[in-house]
């Protein structure tokens, strides 16, 4: 079956623009993470969806950065007002909550970002 | 603190020649250990994954991964190295009852012919 999709896939943009990253999960998965992936950095955890639980959204780095996840499905993450230090790759991953493969994140191809 | 180490940020290995990447962590719980690969361009892809029992794993594209739970490791092996396993690297470190994983800051593989 498809996998994570994630659209654009390279976005620049001027400073102070507001961008939208949109996440295509795995038909089925129920939980969701986004990921900023600086350059020489690990992942940086951003929020995670399961279900229609209230989101953790305790790795939003600043208020400029939301995010929502509509019908359980497809989700996406906003930027308002985007500074250059939001330049990275944002990466989304699904993960099914039953199964064989509960415990493992599965990945999109992610979005580069480019502010500038 | 929950942590991912990665010492090596680059390796450079001979095509043909055997492959160790290092992992420590530090978790306050019995961890699940991943380890996954991103080519340019790409999103990360599951190589394999320790939950319990063995604690030498088997992944794809022949790797494998040993849990040293007296070391805090989980390195990862392969006896003989392909150019196509150029890419970066990162482990990762979860636990039951957690969504929350936390990941190394990578390794990037270089293969030369």
């Known amino acids: 079956g498809a996998g994570v999709s994630q659209s654009p896939s390279n976005k620049v943009t001027e400073k102070g623009k507001d961008v939208e990253l949109r996440c295509d999960p795995i038909?089925?998965?129920?939980?969701l993470y986004w990921y900023r992936q600086s350059l020489g950095q690990g992942l940086e955890f951003l929020i995670y969806?399961?279900?229609?639980?209230?989101?953790?959204k305790s790795g939003l780095p600043s208020d400029r950065f939301s995010a929502e996840r509509t019908g359980g499905s497809v989700s996406t993450l906003t930027i308002q007002r985007t500074q250059q230090e939001d330049s990275a790759v944002y990466l989304c991953?699904?993960?099914?909550?039953?199964?064989?493969?509960?415990?493992?994140?599965?990945f999109g191809p992610g979005t580069r970002l480019t502010v500038l | 603190a929950q942590s991912v180490t990665q010492p090596d940020i680059h390796i450079t290995v001979s095509e043909g020649a055997s492959l160790e990447l290092r992992c420590n962590y530090s978790y306050g719980a019995t961890p699940y250990l991943f380890w996954y690969v991103q080519s340019p361009g790409q999103g990360l892809q599951l190589l394999l994954k320790?939950?319990?029992?063995?604690?030498l794993v088997q992944g794809i594209k022949g790797f494998e991964a040993e849990f040293k739970r007296s070391q805090s490791s989980f390195n990862l092996r392969k006896p003989s190295v392909h150019w196509s396993d150029a890419a970066e690297y990162f482990c990762a470190v979860g636990a039951i009852g957690t969504y929350k994983y936390i990941f190394g800051t990578g390794t990037r593989l270089k293969v030369l012919a």
């Open positions: 991953a699904s993960r099914p909550l039953q199964g064989s493969s509960y415990n493992e994140q599965f």
């Open positions: 969806f399961q279900g229609n639980s209230a989101p953790d």
């Open positions: 038909s089925g998965h129920t939980a």
């Open positions: 320790y939950f319990s029992g063995d604690t």
